[in-house]
């Protein structure tokens, strides 16, 4: 089970920090991610982050913005939000999967497991 938090309203320029919090598998097996989807638009791929931590994916629309971290110890997995935009506006899932790869990550049917997604909210 994934339970995204840490969504909520800000402005442009802003930054936000959401948090994933796993439960009920062995979290280290997973590899971590978030799509993102904003109204009347395709769910689209924002970041993916390796079993330990060490490597990460980011969509070309959030890469030097955004930045994914995750503590195993914790369960946890972060996705920090700096310099938001309005375009960044969406529905955030959290996502676990178990194959890591420029190939597979960005795809949505690579993941096994999806949160109920949190709200962010960027005015300009």
């Known amino acids: 089970q994934l339970q995204a938090s840490g969504g909520g309203l800000a402005q442009a320029g802003d930054s936000l920090t959401l948090s994933c919090a796993a439960s009920?598998?062995?979290?280290?097996?997973?590899?971590m991610g978030w799509f993102r989807q904003a109204p009347g638009k395709e769910r689209e791929f924002v970041a993916t982050?390796?079993?330990?931590?060490?490597?990460?994916y980011y969509s070309e629309s959030v890469k030097g913005r955004f930045t994914s971290s995750r503590d195993n110890a914790k369960n946890t997995v972060y996705l920090q939000m700096n310099s938001l935009k309005p375009e960044d506006t969406a529905v955030y899932y959290c996502?676990?999967?178990?194959?890591?790869?420029?190939?597979?990550?960005?795809?949505?049917?690579?993941?096994?497991?999806w949160g109920q997604g949190t709200q962010v909210t960027v005015s300009s």
């Open positions: 982050i390796n079993w330990n931590g060490d490597s990460t």
């Open positions: 996502v676990a999967g178990l194959t890591f790869g420029r190939d597979y990550v960005t795809n949505s049917r690579t993941y096994l497991y």
């Open positions: 009920g598998g062995t979290f280290s097996r997973y590899v």
